[in-house]
């Protein structure tokens, strides 16, 4: 398994070590390596001081990334190496940083200061792996376990409650019971960490594998910086449709999901507004409310527009059109979310109806459903005034009256267009103005 590291990698290490210094990979890479996973990127370890590692690879482009940490980033063919000097940690007063940085002498030092066992391995060609606290043994085991007193490691730095989760949710694997513990007990923690950080390792959390058991789990832990999702725990629906309480069901359609952001955060957001909008076993306009409070919530969060936008389209039009999917229909749904959010709105639909009573009764439908999708996405349709064969300038020079009613006038024919009464073109379209009854 090591032998098929990337050259960049090997060289440094050889540099490193053939200059006096110890060189080893470290933290995540070690662990996926171990797992028989390819890493995504690959951290170094090493004797050398900050100012030694830019003379060593001062042919490289070298980037003091966190210098004041010890870390610098070796851009190397390409491939980012970040290298960091061994190091011990002094107090975190504020509960994110540590008050100083000190630089350690040894591996065992500085493996002593990281979070969790899978993640405080290391391995260098000259030693192998270095297992000091029983990593590899939780790795087999599916373990996720502190180094050391839990307490203390989420005193040092409270992310690390939620990257304790995170780890469990992607790799699947179960939390050691005192680190369980002392992450339930250390919650409040959470209040001195930024809102991104979090937003982070929550969006890792939400496409793990074992997602669906860590948001059920650690519900009490989300729902410190996702308040709006405490009153759906446990709330019932009261309906022959649904066999699960609010977020029960909400967790069964993040699992339907594939792992994509965009996908399971609709998922977990989807009902939010249903303990506000619930008269009987009804929820009316719970969609749109459901999109408000995701929406406000994902910028408190403060993730990126471009995820926030598609997000709350898909929560907003999640329950609409369960029945017909005539093409007006369709075209008019499409009008509203765009092309790209189509198929993604269909898995959402159909990963929500599977986590209902009576999932096997939607099947043929959701293959009815995606084929008049597809056949109307290919048609590439008409989708919006923009896209009209007319526009205000031919209307004007046909009669219509400046001002408002050109903009009405250009949305009745989208509309008619929508319905089928006339086709797209000029001539259509015209004619359809001619006969101004036709438009109404």
Not at 391 to 401: C, F, Q, R
Request: aromatic share 6%; charged share 25%.
């Amino acid at each position: 398994m090591w032998t098929d590291l990337p050259i960049q990698v090997t060289e440094a290490l050889e540099r490193l070590n053939s200059h006096g210094h110890q060189g080893f990979l470290v933290g995540g890479c070690v662990r996926d390596i171990l797992r028989g996973v390819k890493p995504v990127d690959y951290d170094l370890t090493t004797s050398a001081t900050p100012e030694e590692v830019k003379k060593l690879f001062s042919d490289k482009n070298v980037v003091e990334t966190g210098i004041r940490h010890g870390t610098v980033t070796v851009f190397s063919h390409h491939l980012p190496l970040e290298i960091t000097t061994f190091r011990t940690e002094s107090t975190y007063s504020d509960g994110r940083h540590p008050d100083g940085v000190t630089f350690a002498s040894t591996l065992e030092e500085d493996l002593s200061r990281r979070d969790f066992t899978v993640c405080a391995m290391a391995w260098s060609p000259k030693t192998g792996p270095v297992d000091l606290f029983g990593g590899r043994e939780d790795l087999q085991n599916g373990i996720i376990r502190c180094v050391g007193e839990p307490a203390r490691r989420f005193e040092e730095d409270a992310l690390r409650i939620l990257r304790g989760a995170r780890f469990a949710s992607a790799l699947d694997f179960t939390v050691e019971e005192a680190t369980k513990t002392a992450m339930l007990e250390g919650i409040p923690l959470l209040a001195h960490i930024s809102m991104e950080r979090i937003s982070s390792e929550f969006l890792k959390l939400l496409c793990g594998k074992g997602a669906k058991r860590i948001l059920s789990e650690y519900r009490e832990l989300i729902a410190f910086f996702l308040p709006e999702i405490r009153p759906a725990f446990g709330f019932d629906q009261q309906s022959p449709h649904h066999l699960y309480d609010v977020y029960t069901h909400t967790l069964q359609v993040v699992e339907n999901m594939p792992p994509d952001p965009m996908l399971r955060l609709a998922a977990f957001f989807h009902d939010l507004g249903k303990p506000q909008t619930a008269d009987g076993g009804r929820f009316p306009g719970h969609p749109a409310v459901s999109a408000q409070m995701a929406e406000a919530a994902m910028h408190r969060l403060r993730m990126e527009k471009k995820l926030i936008r598609p997000v709350t389209a898909l929560i907003r039009e999640h329950d609409t059109l369960l029945r017909k999917w005539d093409t007006p229909r369709v075209l008019r749904l499409l009008s509203r979310i765009t092309p790209e959010l189509a198929l993604p709105l269909l898995t959402l639909m159909e990963g929500d109806a599977a986590a209902k009573a009576n999932p096997e009764a939607y099947p043929a439908a959701a293959k009815e459903r995606r084929a008049a999708l597809e056949a109307v996405l290919e048609s590439n349709p008409c989708l919006s005034v923009s896209r009209l064969a007319i526009g205000g300038k031919e209307l004007l020079e046909s009669g219509v009256p400046p001002g408002e009613a050109v903009g009405k006038t250009l949305q009745l024919l989208l509309e008619g267009v929508f319905d089928g009464k006339w086709q797209n073109t000029p001539e259509d379209l015209l004619s359809a103005v001619k006969n101004q009854h036709t438009l109404c």
